[in-house]
């Protein structure tokens, strides 16, 4: 009579369990951390284009904000009797137009941020079907 073949693979030692699992466990977060680095070096690339609008910007508004103070000396002189009213009317203008310029540059800055969120959402995604995958793994071995 000949020996039917075994079915079943042979079994593995505990050690060999073990050290599968730490080499797949090794892997699987290698390959979640190396998604998060893309991700977030994606979402750094954002940022990285729209720190530039929004550093003129805000440097725009100081400067604006210097010329608003220079232009109400001129309009205390001028109430006081001082011939400043054109230096008045002029810092006044130019204030005004840096802070269009700086306020427009803050807004389109903070706009291009908005646009992009900066939570790895993909990474986070996949994790989150990795945990729901574990849980029915689990379920189905019990």
């Known amino acids: 009579m000949a020996s039917r073949p075994n079915m079943y693979p042979p079994e593995k030692s505990?050690?060999?369990?073990?050290?599968?699992?730490?080499?797949?466990?090794?892997?699987?977060?290698?390959?979640?951390?190396?998604?998060?680095?893309?991700?977030?070096?994606?979402?750094?690339?954002?940022v990285s284009a729209a720190l530039p609008a929004i550093v003129g910007g805000a440097v725009l508004v100081l400067i604006a904000l210097a010329f608003l103070?220079?232009?109400?000396v001129a309009v205390v002189a001028m109430a006081l009797g001082g011939g400043a009213g054109a230096w008045a009317a002029g810092f006044a203008i130019v204030s005004g137009t840096f802070w269009l310029i700086?306020?427009?540059?803050?807004?389109?800055?903070?706009?291009?941020l908005n646009a992009r969120s900066l939570k790895?959402?993909?990474t986070l995604r996949v994790l989150k079907q990795d945990q729901i995958w574990l849980q029915n793994?689990?379920?189905n071995r019990k």
């Open 102 to 112: 700086g306020g427009l540059a803050v807004f389109f800055g903070i706009r291009k």
């Open 14 to 46: 505990l050690a060999q369990v073990l050290n599968e699992f730490k080499e797949e466990l090794k892997e699987f977060a290698a390959t979640r951390l190396a998604m998060l680095r893309a991700e977030m070096r994606g979402k750094m690339a954002a």
């Open 137 to 139: 793994e689990t379920r």
């Open 69 to 72: 103070c220079v232009a109400l």
């Open 120 to 122: 790895p959402e993909r």
